[in-house]
Protein backbone atom coordinates (compact mmCIF):
# COMPACT_ATOMS: atom_id res chain seq x y z
CA UNK A 1 0.00 0.00 0.00
CA UNK A 2 1.39 3.38 -0.87
CA UNK A 3 1.94 5.97 1.62
CA UNK A 4 -1.61 8.47 1.38
CA UNK A 5 -3.01 10.78 3.56
CA UNK A 6 -0.71 13.34 3.82
CA UNK A 7 -1.42 16.61 5.14
CA UNK A 8 0.45 20.09 5.41
CA UNK A 9 -0.95 23.41 7.03
CA UNK A 10 0.59 26.68 6.68
CA UNK A 11 0.19 29.85 5.32
CA UNK A 12 -0.16 30.68 1.46
CA UNK A 13 1.32 33.67 1.61
CA UNK A 14 3.77 36.05 3.91
CA UNK A 15 6.03 39.12 3.97
CA UNK A 16 9.21 38.49 3.61
CA UNK A 17 11.49 37.81 6.48
CA UNK A 18 8.55 36.31 8.57
CA UNK A 19 8.69 33.42 10.59
CA UNK A 20 6.10 30.83 9.14
CA UNK A 21 5.11 27.55 11.37
CA UNK A 22 4.30 24.55 9.14
CA UNK A 23 2.41 21.73 10.49
CA UNK A 24 2.44 18.30 9.11
CA UNK A 25 0.25 14.97 9.23
CA UNK A 26 0.44 11.53 7.82
CA UNK A 27 -1.82 8.98 8.56
CA UNK A 28 0.09 5.63 9.23
CA UNK A 29 0.27 3.31 12.47
CA UNK A 30 4.16 3.61 12.58
CA UNK A 31 3.71 -0.52 13.60
CA UNK A 32 7.19 -0.88 16.26
CA UNK A 33 7.37 -4.91 15.16
CA UNK A 34 7.22 -5.40 18.90
CA UNK A 35 3.49 -6.55 19.02
CA UNK A 36 1.68 -9.92 18.23
CA UNK A 37 -2.05 -10.03 16.49
CA UNK A 38 -4.50 -12.20 18.26
CA UNK A 39 -3.01 -15.89 16.85
CA UNK A 40 0.27 -14.54 18.72
CA UNK A 41 2.52 -14.00 15.64
CA UNK A 42 4.63 -11.09 15.31
CA UNK A 43 3.30 -8.04 13.55
CA UNK A 44 5.97 -6.80 11.51
CA UNK A 45 7.70 -3.23 12.01
CA UNK A 46 6.01 -0.79 9.04
CA UNK A 47 7.17 3.12 9.95
CA UNK A 48 7.32 6.11 7.45
CA UNK A 49 11.10 6.67 8.47
CA UNK A 50 12.02 9.85 6.47
CA UNK A 51 10.77 12.89 5.89
CA UNK A 52 11.73 15.75 4.10
CA UNK A 53 11.03 19.59 3.50
CA UNK A 54 12.43 21.71 0.47
CA UNK A 55 11.86 25.72 -0.35
CA UNK A 56 12.92 26.51 -3.68
CA UNK A 57 14.86 23.43 -4.10
CA UNK A 58 16.95 23.54 -0.99
CA UNK A 59 16.62 21.09 1.63
CA UNK A 60 15.59 23.09 4.58
CA UNK A 61 14.30 20.24 7.11
CA UNK A 62 14.94 16.83 7.04
CA UNK A 63 14.17 14.00 9.68
CA UNK A 64 14.94 10.45 10.33
CA UNK A 65 12.19 8.77 12.41
CA UNK A 66 12.05 5.19 13.96
CA UNK A 67 9.14 3.29 15.91
CA UNK A 68 9.55 6.02 18.72
CA UNK A 69 7.55 8.57 17.04
CA UNK A 70 3.99 8.62 17.78
CA UNK A 71 1.17 6.94 15.02
CA UNK A 72 0.32 9.17 12.36
CA UNK A 73 3.42 11.14 13.07
CA UNK A 74 2.94 14.73 13.65
CA UNK A 75 5.88 17.18 12.53
CA UNK A 76 5.62 20.93 12.74
CA UNK A 77 8.85 23.27 12.13
CA UNK A 78 9.49 26.60 10.96
CA UNK A 79 11.19 28.27 8.10
CA UNK A 80 11.95 31.98 7.11
CA UNK A 81 10.04 33.24 4.22
CA UNK A 82 12.66 34.50 1.28
CA UNK A 83 11.29 33.71 -1.68
CA UNK A 84 7.83 33.08 -3.61
CA UNK A 85 8.72 29.45 -4.35
CA UNK A 86 6.97 25.80 -4.14
CA UNK A 87 7.69 23.82 -1.18
CA UNK A 88 8.14 19.94 -1.33
CA UNK A 89 7.18 17.71 1.76
CA UNK A 90 8.26 13.77 1.08
CA UNK A 91 7.30 11.11 3.20
CA UNK A 92 9.27 7.73 2.80
CA UNK A 93 8.62 4.36 4.18
CA UNK A 94 11.17 1.42 5.12
CA UNK A 95 9.85 -0.28 1.59
CA UNK A 96 11.01 3.02 -0.30
CA UNK A 97 7.49 4.19 -0.78
CA UNK A 98 6.75 8.03 -0.74
CA UNK A 99 3.68 10.45 -0.21
CA UNK A 100 4.73 14.15 -1.97
CA UNK A 101 2.54 17.15 -1.03
CA UNK A 102 3.50 20.44 -2.97
CA UNK A 103 2.52 23.73 -1.57
CA UNK A 104 3.74 27.45 -2.86
CA UNK A 105 4.62 29.58 -0.46
CA UNK A 106 3.84 33.31 -2.07
CA UNK A 107 6.35 35.97 -0.40
CA UNK A 108 5.55 39.73 -1.15
CA UNK A 109 7.74 42.66 0.32
CA UNK B 1 1.63 22.69 32.37
CA UNK B 2 -0.15 20.74 34.85
CA UNK B 3 0.23 20.69 37.98
CA UNK B 4 1.29 17.36 40.62
CA UNK B 5 -1.76 16.17 42.86
CA UNK B 6 -1.99 13.27 44.54
CA UNK B 7 -4.08 11.38 42.47
CA UNK B 8 -1.56 11.62 39.07
CA UNK B 9 1.69 10.42 41.70
CA UNK B 10 -0.50 7.77 42.64
CA UNK B 11 -1.43 6.48 39.42
CA UNK B 12 2.13 7.26 37.60
CA UNK B 13 3.43 5.31 40.46
CA UNK B 14 1.20 2.24 40.06
CA UNK B 15 1.86 2.58 35.92
CA UNK B 16 5.56 2.53 36.47
CA UNK B 17 5.29 -0.50 38.80
CA UNK B 18 3.27 -2.12 36.16
CA UNK B 19 5.90 -1.23 33.30
CA UNK B 20 8.44 -2.13 35.03
CA UNK B 21 7.00 -5.82 35.03
CA UNK B 22 6.04 -5.30 30.99
CA UNK B 23 9.44 -4.35 29.61
CA UNK B 24 11.40 -7.41 30.40
CA UNK B 25 12.23 -7.47 26.55
CA UNK B 26 14.92 -5.39 24.81
CA UNK B 27 14.01 -2.30 26.54
CA UNK B 28 17.23 0.93 26.24
CA UNK B 29 19.18 0.97 29.60
CA UNK B 30 20.85 3.80 31.00
CA UNK B 31 24.10 2.56 29.47
CA UNK B 32 22.27 1.91 26.37
CA UNK B 33 21.24 5.31 26.61
CA UNK B 34 24.48 6.79 27.12
CA UNK B 35 25.88 4.38 23.87
CA UNK B 36 23.64 5.94 21.65
CA UNK B 37 24.92 9.29 22.83
CA UNK B 38 28.42 8.84 22.53
CA UNK B 39 28.34 7.35 19.11
CA UNK B 40 26.54 10.51 17.84
CA UNK B 41 28.84 13.03 19.91
CA UNK B 42 32.09 10.46 18.68
CA UNK B 43 32.95 11.47 22.67
CA UNK B 44 33.18 15.38 22.11
CA UNK B 45 32.24 17.39 25.39
CA UNK B 46 28.49 17.85 26.06
CA UNK B 47 27.36 21.23 27.19
CA UNK B 48 24.28 22.22 29.12
CA UNK B 49 22.52 24.78 27.59
CA UNK B 50 21.05 26.43 24.09
CA UNK B 51 18.59 23.90 23.68
CA UNK B 52 15.38 23.92 25.45
CA UNK B 53 13.21 20.43 25.48
CA UNK B 54 9.88 21.29 26.37
CA UNK B 55 7.74 17.62 26.96
CA UNK B 56 5.05 17.14 29.88
CA UNK B 57 6.55 16.52 33.35
CA UNK B 58 3.48 14.16 33.71
CA UNK B 59 2.49 12.60 30.59
CA UNK B 60 -1.01 11.09 30.50
CA UNK B 61 -0.42 8.52 27.35
CA UNK B 62 2.82 7.54 26.78
CA UNK B 63 1.56 6.17 23.20
CA UNK B 64 1.65 9.67 22.38
CA UNK B 65 3.77 12.51 24.07
CA UNK B 66 3.93 15.91 22.32
CA UNK B 67 7.40 17.85 22.19
CA UNK B 68 9.27 20.51 21.31
CA UNK B 69 12.50 21.40 21.04
CA UNK B 70 14.28 24.51 20.19
CA UNK B 71 18.23 25.46 20.12
CA UNK B 72 19.02 29.67 20.23
CA UNK B 73 21.40 29.58 16.78
CA UNK B 74 21.71 32.28 14.74
CA UNK B 75 21.63 30.21 12.11
CA UNK B 76 23.80 31.17 9.67
CA UNK B 77 26.60 29.67 7.25
CA UNK B 78 29.10 29.93 10.15
CA UNK B 79 26.77 29.15 12.89
CA UNK B 80 24.04 26.72 12.75
CA UNK B 81 22.36 23.88 14.05
CA UNK B 82 22.88 20.97 12.00
CA UNK B 83 20.89 18.12 14.01
CA UNK B 84 18.92 17.40 16.59
CA UNK B 85 18.28 14.09 18.38
CA UNK B 86 16.19 12.77 20.82
CA UNK B 87 17.36 9.98 22.97
CA UNK B 88 15.32 7.82 25.45
CA UNK B 89 16.57 5.69 28.53
CA UNK B 90 13.95 3.48 28.42
CA UNK B 91 12.00 2.54 25.27
CA UNK B 92 13.54 -0.63 23.34
CA UNK B 93 15.30 1.98 21.16
CA UNK B 94 17.41 4.68 22.48
CA UNK B 95 17.45 6.84 19.57
CA UNK B 96 14.21 8.11 19.00
CA UNK B 97 14.84 10.55 16.06
CA UNK B 98 17.33 12.76 14.36
CA UNK B 99 15.91 16.28 12.81
CA UNK B 100 18.65 17.97 10.50
CA UNK B 101 18.55 21.53 9.67
CA UNK B 102 20.44 23.95 7.12
CA UNK B 103 21.67 27.17 7.29
CA UNK B 104 18.01 27.75 4.89
CA UNK B 105 15.96 26.70 7.18
CA UNK B 106 16.49 29.59 9.95
CA UNK B 107 15.00 28.35 12.52
CA UNK B 108 15.79 25.42 14.50
CA UNK B 109 12.87 24.14 16.15
CA UNK B 110 10.41 21.12 16.20
CA UNK B 111 7.60 19.79 17.64
CA UNK B 112 6.22 16.04 17.54
CA UNK B 113 4.70 12.94 19.28
CA UNK B 114 7.01 10.93 21.12
CA UNK B 115 6.01 7.18 22.00
CA UNK B 116 7.66 6.65 25.95
CA UNK B 117 7.48 3.32 27.48
CA UNK B 118 7.76 4.11 30.48
CA UNK B 119 8.38 6.94 32.92
CA UNK B 120 11.74 8.29 32.47
CA UNK B 121 14.53 11.15 31.64
CA UNK B 122 14.61 12.19 27.91
CA UNK B 123 17.70 13.74 26.09
CA UNK B 124 17.68 16.37 23.79
CA UNK B 125 21.03 16.80 21.75
CA UNK B 126 21.81 19.45 19.26
CA UNK B 127 24.68 19.20 16.93
CA UNK B 128 26.23 22.46 16.12
CA UNK B 129 28.07 23.11 12.67
CA UNK B 130 31.02 23.63 14.65
CA UNK B 131 30.89 20.18 15.85
CA UNK B 132 30.44 21.12 19.98
CA UNK B 133 26.87 19.54 21.41
CA UNK B 134 24.38 21.09 23.52
CA UNK B 135 22.20 19.15 25.62
CA UNK B 136 18.76 19.65 27.75
CA UNK B 137 17.18 16.94 29.71
CA UNK B 138 13.60 16.22 31.07
CA UNK B 139 11.91 13.89 33.66
CA UNK B 140 8.69 12.59 32.30
CA UNK B 141 6.28 10.16 34.50
CA UNK B 142 4.15 8.47 31.57
CA UNK B 143 0.71 6.92 33.42
CA UNK B 144 -0.21 4.77 30.93
CA UNK B 145 2.63 3.16 28.93
CA UNK B 146 3.38 2.88 25.28
CA UNK B 147 2.42 -1.36 24.94
CA UNK B 148 5.63 -2.68 23.85
CA UNK B 149 5.19 -6.20 25.01
CA UNK B 150 2.98 -7.63 22.79
CA UNK B 151 -0.59 -7.22 24.60
Same mark, same amino acid.
Given at each position: ??????????? +?????????????????????????????????? +???????????????????? &?????????????????? &?????? &???????? &???????????? | ??????????????????????????????????????????????????????????????????????????????? !????? !???????????????????????????????????????????????????????????????????
Amino acid at each position: MALSNARVSMR +DAAKKGEIIEIKTLIRHPMETGYRVDHMGKPIPR +DIVKRFSATYAGEPVFEMDL &TQGVAANPFIAFSIVATD &TAEMVF &TWENEAGE &TAVVRRTLTVTE | MKTLTRRTLILGAGASAATALLIGRAAATTQARDAAVAELTGGAAIKDGRVRLTIPAVAENGLSVYTTIAVDSPMTEAD !HVRAI !HIISEKNPIARLFTARFSPRSRVAKLSTNLRLASSQQVTALAEMSDGSFWRDRKDVIVTIAACIDGG
